[in-house]
């Protein structure tokens, strides 16, 4: 009896303080469904992550079910992302000093642990009808990736593809993370 009157009083306040559960009460500026998803504009030197972002709203908008993703021609509205910038920085560094199995690296030589990768966007909402800005902001995502490991002097210690694909790997989920964010955003219920 005690554990039933404990759920009631939890599932009370919690209708009392207008809790809501999942995307109840979001929506899409201006109330529009119709949602088209032009390719991502990539001011990069990163070839090819535009896709990354784009598929990302896309999937954003079709798991909210807060829009329908159309052509340009029978949108509403149209969420246009522009790529500013990547940057890759590197974290923490080891060198023969560190010792350990670094002890055998050359004299000066150093290595990164890790890398950053850091990619700027800007996400904007705009009406199809008189291409007037409904809702815009700036994302910046982050994500941090270990180095390539390299313990001995011997050829091949090391894939020379490692480093890029990490980076590559990094971006697809810093794309993911960024644009559930901007979409969450978007659809606020202030």
């Not at 090819?48 to 909210?64: K, L, P, V, W």
């Not at 949108?75 to 910038?85: A, D, R, W, Y």
């Not at 990547?86 to 080891?94: A, D, F, M, P, R």
């Amino acid at each position: 009896m005690r554990h039933i009157l404990s759920l009631l009083l939890v599932l009370l306040i919690a209708v009392g303080c207008s809790y809501r559960f999942g995307s109840s009460g979001r929506k899409i500026p201006g109330g529009y469904t119709l949602v088209s998803v032009p390719v991502f504009q990539n001011k990069t030197k990163t070839v090819g992550i535009e896709a990354f972002f784009t598929r990302s709203m896309i999937d954003e908008i079709e798991r909210s079910r807060l829009g329908q993703v159309t052509d340009r021609e029978e949108s509403q509205v149209i969420i246009e992302g522009t790529l500013n910038s990547v940057e890759l920085i590197k974290g923490s560094e080891v060198s023969r000093d560190t010792g350990g199995n670094f002890a055998e690296l050359p004299e000066g030589a150093t290595l990164a642990r890790e890398y950053r990768v850091i990619v700027r966007s800007t996400i904007l909402l705009r009406k199809t009808s008189d291409m007037s800005v409904l809702w815009t902001s700036s994302f910046t995502g982050e994500r941090r990736y270990p180095a390539a490991i390299v313990t001995r002097q011997v050829i091949n210690t090391v894939n020379p593809l490692y480093n890029q694909n990490a980076q590559i790997e990094s971006i697809r989920i810093v794309a993911r993370d960024l644009v559930a964010e901007a979409f969450e955003q978007m659809t606020e219920n202030f």
